[in-house]
């Protein structure tokens, strides 16, 4: 069983920055691929960003490529989003998400095995 406890989210200006961290309760971390996800009010869940057991691979939401960054920290079983030149439209509940499959769709929240309950990001215009 994996634990995943995410926090940093808040109210921003547009434009500012956030990082969002997601506290991972597992014996081994580099066993799981991790990824972000988030929820705007009414809409479906979607895929953020995705980083590989190892951290050698990254992937991206097109919209978000450029601002923002996901790393993972092994000493600490941590995964983070950091997110800059945040826009309106980033307002959402962040989540955190681990896999164990060996292969799998990274950008497809039903091939998650371990969700975190959520951070709120609020960007105001």
């Known amino acids: 069983q994996v634990q995943l406890v995410e926090s940093g989210g808040g109210l921003v200006q547009a434009g500012g920055s956030l990082k969002l961290s997601c506290a991972a309760s597992?014996?081994?971390?580099?066993?799981?691929?991790m990824g972000w996800f988030r929820q705007a009010p009414g809409k479906e869940r979607e895929f953020v960003a995705a980083?590989?057991?190892?951290?050698?691979?990254?992937y991206y939401k097109d919209s978000v490529k450029g601002r923002f960054t996901i790393s993972r920290d092994f000493a600490k079983n941590t995964l983070y989003l950091q997110m800059n030149s945040l826009k309106a439209d980033d307002t959402a509940v962040y989540y955190c998400a681990a896999s164990s499959r060996y292969d799998f769709n990274y950008r497809a929240a039903d091939d998650y095995d371990f969700w975190g309950q959520g951070t709120q990001v609020t960007v105001s215009s």
């Open positions: 597992v014996r081994t971390f580099t066993g799981y691929a």
């Open positions: 980083i590989s057991w190892i951290g050698d691979r990254t």
